[in-house]
């Protein structure tokens, strides 16, 4: 029997789950939590503890170890592009689909008092765009300016116009601060280049968690942090949609999570028009996409998550009055720790997943712009189209814990004159043992293996 123990070192939880590879079966999983206040390692060993006591093997060995992380809160960052809609959007794409968590953008060039709210934000990196090849070069080599007069040292990726290379590296240089240039983000108008900046953003990230207390101990005993958690999620989605060379995946996929501070909604599949007579405009939209909204969350962010929708948006799954709706969110966002027991509690929380993920498929779906014409109405799309999707998988306690799963994720669906092109028929999975980054993980050296378990062990609603 070959063991393998995958570990994801969390901000607030460090969970183990162990398989066994020859059986393809999940042993046993356990959570403990992170102990970043001493050493990370006392919360690995109370989990590790709790799951060979839930096995009942106090003596099993593990021949691999694989482990992610987003210990310290995340890796974070702030974003800094030119436009709204193009370099910074671009910028925000590359961060999050390396598992970052964004503090903050910035826009239409850096001023002086944006300096200082970054140093206030303290972030683990920047990162800066700005410009296609070719295009703009003021606006990079001014921010870069600006960002030379920081007083503390944060790391920092460029990404933007290559010709403005020279000039900023000799700013830089200067500055003393640590940089990196990395290929172009946007290098033409509304083409996405993130592969390059996200792989440069996962290996500072692997240098920063190691400062995390106790993390060379756990380097040493379980081997090398081998991604964000965010990304082995993702690896986790694409390895569902793709399959691997012997079996054939499931197509689109769509994994929504719901924390307490954010929502995170994961799609793999390029969302493309099938009617060719459809057209698309605005940035490329990449085939795995991430978008995180940090306004919806169950507990931390229940008041932003009212803010963010009013009191109309949950009137359309509570009767309650607009006080005691603000009242229920203000007590969460003071409480969250609290767990809903009443009848009245657990419909307030399952109604505020329902809006969660409402409002986040409807951020991150795409929609159409209508231009009529003297014969005919064009129609552009912006975004992903998101209707054939075939799956969606669902996590995080609210879902977890209900009863009513499958109601919540169906907040998801299109419903008549709803503008944003959103699922409309797939087919719901919950992740009820919290699998995927573990599998994620797992798919990075035994991809048939985690395949399989992903497919066995998610849960059909139906």
Not at 129 to 148: F, S, Y
Not at 172 to 182: I, Q, V
Not at 387 to 399: C, P
């Amino acid at each position: 029997m070959k063991n393998c123990l995958l570990i994801d070192f969390g901000s607030t939880y460090t969970k183990l789950t162990a398989v066994d590879l020859e059986e393809e079966v999940i042993l046993g999983t356990a959570k403990s939590k992170t102990t970043i206040d001493t050493t990370i390692m006392d919360g690995f060993y109370q989990a590790k503890q709790q799951l060979l006591n839930n096995i009942g093997q106090q003596d099993m060995t593990f021949d691999h170890h694989y482990a992610c992380s987003s210990a310290r809160g995340g890796f974070r960052m702030v974003a800094i592009g030119l436009s709204p809609t193009l370099t910074t959007e671009a910028a925000k794409r590359a961060a999050l689909g390396a598992g970052t968590r964004i503090l903050k953008v910035f826009s239409y060039g850096l001023k002086e008092e944006n300096v200082e709210e970054i140093e206030a934000l303290n972030p683990d990196i920047i990162l800066v765009c700005g410009g296609t090849n070719g295009g703009n070069r003021e606006g990079i080599v001014k921010d870069v300016t600006q960002l030379a007069k920081l007083k503390k040292t944060f790391p920092i990726v460029v990404a933007g116009n290559e010709e403005t290379y020279p000039k900023v590296e000799e700013i830089l240089k200067k500055s003393l601060l640590p940089y990196y240039l990395t290929e172009n983000v946007m290098p033409q108008v509304n083409v996405l280049n993130a592969q390059p900046t996200r792989e440069i953003l996962r290996d500072i990230f692997m240098k920063k968690i190691v400062e995390a207390k106790g993390m060379d101990t756990a380097e040493k005993e379980i081997g090398q942090i081998l991604m964000p958690t965010p990304t082995a999620v993702l690896h986790a989605a694409e390895l569902l949609a793709s399959g691997t060379t012997s079996e054939k995946g499931l197509d689109n996929v769509l994994v929504i999570d719901i924390g307490g501070a954010t929502t995170d909604l994961h799609s793999v599949g390029d969302g493309k028009p099938e009617d060719k007579e459809i057209r698309t405009e605005g940035l490329q939209e990449p085939s795995v996409k991430r978008t995180v909204e940090g306004d919806l969350g169950m507990r931390y962010s229940a008041m932003s998550l009212l803010e963010a929708v009013k009191v109309e948006g949950f009137s359309e799954y509570l009767t309650l009055s607009p006080e005691d709706i603000k009242s229920a969110c203000h007590y969460r966002s003071s409480h969250p720790d609290m767990v809903a027991t009443s009848d009245e509690d657990i419909l307030f929380d399952e109604a505020m997943g329902k809006i969660a993920i409402k409002t986040a498929f409807d951020r991150h779906a795409g929609s159409y712009r209508r231009e009529p014409t003297p014969s005919r109405v064009i129609l552009y799309q912006t975004g992903k189209d998101l209707g054939a999707f075939k799956t969606v998988i669902g996590t995080g306690g609210i879902l977890v814990h209900s009863k009513q799963a499958k109601e919540m994720m169906s907040a998801c669906l299109k419903k008549e004159n709803d503008p944003f092109l959103k699922p409309t028929h797939p087919i719901f999975y919950l992740d009820q043992t919290y699998i995927l980054s573990a599998m994620g993980l797992l798919s990075q050296n035994f991809p048939d293996i985690a395949f399989r378990i992903l497919k066995k062990y998610l849960v059909p609603q139906n």
